[in-house]
C-alpha cells in the first residue's frame, strides 16, 4: 500500500498495518500453487497440544467449485465476493486427542486456534501481494452440509482472496468504506494485571 494512512503506536512490522480488506477485487487468477502457498503458511500456526484444528475448503473462481462455494456466503457478500480470485472455507475440529490419551476430548481452543491459522494466512497472502476479506456474513447450515462437513467440526468463517480492484465497481455506499481501518488505541484493548472495573 502506497500511502498506508495506518500509524502504530509501537514499533512493528509494516505487514501487520499493510494488511486490510477490501471488497473490490481485480478478476486476476491465482494459481493453486499460490492458492496452497497461503494455506501453506496458515499450516504453520500454534495450536494447543499442537492439535491443528483448522481445516480449509477451497476453490479458485471459474472452476465448478466456486459457484458451491459462492452460494454459501449472504446474498451481500455474495454481491463483491464473486469477482474475488479465490474462496476459503475456515473449519475447526472440536475435538482433540491429548499427548498419551486413548481418546478425544473437547477441544477449548479449536475457534481460537483456527483463527491463528487464518491470521498467518492473511498475513502470508499480504506478503505475496495479494488481498483477503474475513467474512462471516455465511449461511453456516448450508456450508456444513454443502462443502461435506463433518460431525464435531465446526465452520468458522470464510475468506475471499484477490488482488486490490477499482473501487468504482461498488456500490456508492461502500466505496467510501473501501480504506484500511484504523484500530482502537492500545490502552483500550490491553490492561495490566486485571480486566478494569
Known amino acids: ?11 512493528i512490522d509494516k505487514v501487520f498495518t499493510e494488511r486490510w480488506s477490501p471488497r473490490a477485487f481485480a478478476k ?26 483448522w481445516r480449509f475448503v477451497y476453490a479458485r473462481r471459474d472452476t ?8 454459501c456466503l449472504g446474498e451481500f457478500n455474495q454481491s463483491w465476493a464473486k469477482h474475488a ?9 472440536s475435538v482433540l486427542r491429548p499427548p498419551g490419551g486413548d481418546k478425544d476430548v473437547p477441544s477449548r481452543s479449536h475457534s481460537f486456534d483456527a483463527g491463528a491459522a487464518w491470521a498467518y494466512l492473511a498475513l502470508q497472502a499480504t506478503k505475496s501481494g ?10 453456516f ?7 461435506g462437513v463433518h460431525a464435531g467440526f465446526r465452520v468458522e468463517a470464510a475468506v475471499a482472496i484477490g488482488r486490490l480492484g477499482d473501487k468504482s465497481q461498488l456500490p456508492e455506499g461502500l466505496q467510501a468504506r473501501e480504506v484500511p481501518s484504523d484500530r482502537q488505541p492500545l490502552s483500550s484493548i490491553a490492561f ?6
Not at 465448478?64 to 452460494?71: K, M, N, S, V, Y
Not at 480470485?85 to 475440529?93: D, H, I, R
Not at 495490566?192 to 472495573?197: D, H, I, W
Request: proline share 9%; net charge negative.
Open 64 to 71: 465448478p467449485q466456486f459457484a458451491t462455494l459462492l452460494a
Open 85 to 93: 480470485s479465490a474462496l476459503v472455507f475456515v473449519v475447526s475440529n
Open 28 to 53: 486476476d487468477e491465482i494459481t493453486e500453487d499460490e492458492l496452497l502457498t497461503l494455506i501453506e503458511a496458515a499450516r504453520w500456526a500454534p495450536s494447543a497440544y499442537n492439535s491443528q484444528p
Open 141 to 147: 447450515d448450508k456450508a456444513f452440509a454443502d462443502l
Open 130 to 139: 495479494w488481498y483477503t476479506h474475513g467474512m462471516t456474513g455465511v449461511d
Open 192 to 197: 495490566e494485571g486485571r480486566f478494569p472495573g
Open 1 to 11: 500500500m502506497s500511502d498506508n494512512p495506518r500509524r502504530p503506536t509501537h514499533p
